[in-house]
Structures are given as C-alpha cells and as structure tokens.
C-alpha cells in the first residue's frame, strides 16, 4: 500500500499496480508426419508446433488483456501472415473474458506452421512483457485421460503418460490440476486441490532415460469444465514443470450407428423397439441425433433408452435443453462440422472457422468433437 500524508494531517491511501506478468510455463506439440499414413500429395511440415503459453497474474489487481501481443504483435497478424493456422487468445474472448483476476492462470494458445526459432519471445500486456522460448521438448506429456465410475459422468482419475527424452533419469514429484470456479469463467484457472492419492509407474517415481512413465492421481469427482495440469519432475536435481490445457471429460468407449434415427418409418426409428433391439444386438450406442421425443426423454428402468441407450451426437442447441443434469449422461459429444480436415475448400471449414464454432460451448458442460475420417 502506498500511504501518502498531507500536510494538513489527512491520510489517504492508494492500491499499489503491479508491473507485472509471470509465464508459468509453455507445452509444445512439433508437427510430426505419421509414417503410418500415406498424404496425397506431398506434405508441408516446416517444423511447426502446436503451443500454449500459460499466462500468470501475480499481482492483487485484475489485469486487462485486450492489448496481449507476442513479439510485439497481435495474434491475429501471424494468422493473417500465414505463420499460423489458427490462434486462440483473448480478443476473441467475450470482453468480461478479457479481464484476468488476481492469482488467476489463463491458456494462450496458437498453432504455428512456420519453423521453431530457438530464441526468446516477448508476450507483452500494455507494459508488462514477459519472456519465453519455443523449443522441441525433451520431458512431455503424451497422453492424458480422466476415467471415473461406470455409473456417472464425472471424473475421479487422471492417467498421465510421460515421455523421457531427456539426457539422464527423471523423477517425478507432484501434480496439480488448475481448474475454473465456475463453467462461466472457462478462461481464468485457479490452483484446485491436490490429488487424494498418487501413484507413479514405476512405483519410485523414477522413468529412465528414452523411457515411458505413468502417473495416476485419484481426484474427488472433478467438475466437466477446462483445466490446465502442471506435472512437477526432477532432472539434474532441479524442479522442471510440464504442463497441457483440456476438458476434463471422462472417457467412454461408445459405438456409433451413423444416422440413426429417421421419421420415415411410423413413429420413428428410435421409438421403434424392434430397431432399437437391432442396434443393441451390434453394440452401438450412439448416434447422429438429438432429442427425440419418446426416447431420448423417456425414464425409468423399462423405457425405451433405459433398455436401449443410444447416447446423441448433435449441435447440442439451444445449450439450455441439452446441458442439463438429467440429459449428460445421454449425449457423446457435440458434432455438426462433419470432416473438416479434407473438406476444407468445399464444404467443410478451416481451422479458425472450426473453432470459433465451437466458441459457444466453452461455457457448457458438453464436450465437442470432429470426425477425422479417411478421404473419399
């Protein structure tokens, strides 16, 4: 606190602005061609990355973001320049979703086509910059998967897999979720509880050189909202802090029958028993619907989804019918874009347009989802 004193013995006091940023961390994804699939035509990997950069408020005050610039630019001018394929950062965000709280953590994230430079960055706020570099990481996170009981949608386990590239042995020490206080504040993360119990494989913690190690951290039932996980190891004998951004969604193996519901029939397909029966025979239990009423509504242990679930896969709107308590168990996912990635140039969309599709359900409890299926 600043506390000045005036001359005729009158106090006033004045909140102190800190000048300050703090990066926590960055996770970088290099663009990798997979040997497995065969590309029509020659492919364009410049040595491009997948990034987010984890931006810190440290201060006691929130801080305005509409003016964040990286080397001394907007985002939007790499993609305009077509060094990036997309980015994601808070002058897209809804103009409350501009304002980062104190002790607050938010994700900036954008995917670059242009080569990783190993030098330093600036990620600037008004002015307060900060530093940080993007290189090819030797400790990652390679794959990260919420799991939970079968009879509820919520999340009580976190498997990491970790990935040792490094010079020597690691060990890993501790893990932290940072999680919303509320689905309507997808944007700012705070510091959530510690894991009730962790385990590491192997037992030690220790993943040797060129290894792979697992760590499965046991959570009270987790909210279906964002999270960033900071993963804490131990190389040469200091801390060094892994981190990745997501939706908590607790994993599901689901079956999908495509197109299933059709009115063509009397009644419809899915308030048809005998059709129901047929799906169920070949296990699928989810398709390319929405709400139908008489089936995705019905309840109690003889009705007709109670026998025969087929979970939906829709657009999922308005938001409010569907992001409700009684209807989450029954939906897959949110898809309407069908397959983007070869549809680009017809019907399908490029990457921005892709996300600022899928803008809206950030604030929901609904996971979205693309098909990613071979070219025709």
């Given at each position: ?8 013995l ?13 990066i926590?961390?960055?996770?970088v ?24 950069v984890?931006?810190f ?8 973001l ?13 993609v305009e320049q ?8 808070p ?18 994230r ?10 330093k960055?600036?990620l600037?706020?008004?002015?307060k ?21 079968e009879d509820?949608?919520?999340a ?9 590239n ?17 689905n ?24 040797p050189?060129g ?17 960033a ?21 607790k ?9 299933v ?14 059709f129901?029966q ?12 929405g ?10 242990p ?35 874009l ?24 950030r ?8 098909t ?5």
């Open positions: 606190m600043l506390r000045i004193t005036l001359c005729f009158l106090s006033l006091t004045f909140p102190l602005t800190s000048q300050s940023i703090e926590k961390g960055t996770q994804i290099p663009h990798v061609p997979a040997k497995e699939v065969k590309f029509r035509r020659p492919h364009a990997f410049h040595g491009g990355a997948r990034v987010e984890f931006l408020n440290p201060s006691s005050n929130s801080l305005s509409n003016e964040l610039k990286v080397d001394n630019n907007p985002l939007n001018h790499y077509g060094d990036w394929a997309w980015e994601d950062s002058h897209r965000w809804e103009p409350a979703d501009q304002i980062l709280p104190a002790g607050a953590l938010t994700t900036i954008w995917n670059q086509l242009s080569k990783l430079e190993p030098k960055h600036t600037s706020v008004g002015d910059v900060a530093t940080f570099q993007l290189s090819k990481p030797n400790i990652t996170i390679e794959s990260a998967t919420f799991l939970g009981p509820s949608i919520y009580t386990q976190l498997y990491l897999h970790l990935k040792n490094a010079d020597q042995e690691v060990k890993v020490q501790t893990l932290k979720l940072w999680i919303p206080k509320s309507k504040t997808p944007h700012f993360l705070f510091p959530s509880a510690l894991p009730k119990s962790l385990q590491s494989y192997p037992k030690s913690g220790n993943i050189q290894d792979v190690g697992c760590i499965i951290a046991q959570f009270e039932s987790l909210p279906l909202s964002y999270c996980i900071e993963v804490v190891i131990q190389h040469k004998g200091k801390p060094v802090h892994l981190w990745s951004h997501l939706r908590i969604k994993e599901s193996f689901d079956i999908g029958g495509g197109w519901h059709s009115n063509d029939i009397e009644g419809g397909t899915l308030r048809n028993e005998k129901l047929t799906l169920k025979s070949i296990h699928v239990n989810a398709g390319m619907h709400h139908v009423g008489g089936y995705t509504d019905s309840k109690g003889q009705s007709l989804y109670e026998k025969y679930p087929v979970k939906m896969t829709t657009k999922c709107l308005p938001l409010d019918q569907y992001d409700r308590d009684e209807f989450l168990p029954r939906i897959h996912a949110v898809e309407f069908g397959e983007p990635q070869y549809r680009a140039k017809t019907k399908g969309a490029m990457p921005p347009k892709v996300l600022e599709a899928f803008r809206p359900y604030k929901s409890r609904i996971a979205t989802s693309v990613l299926s071979e070219a025709n």
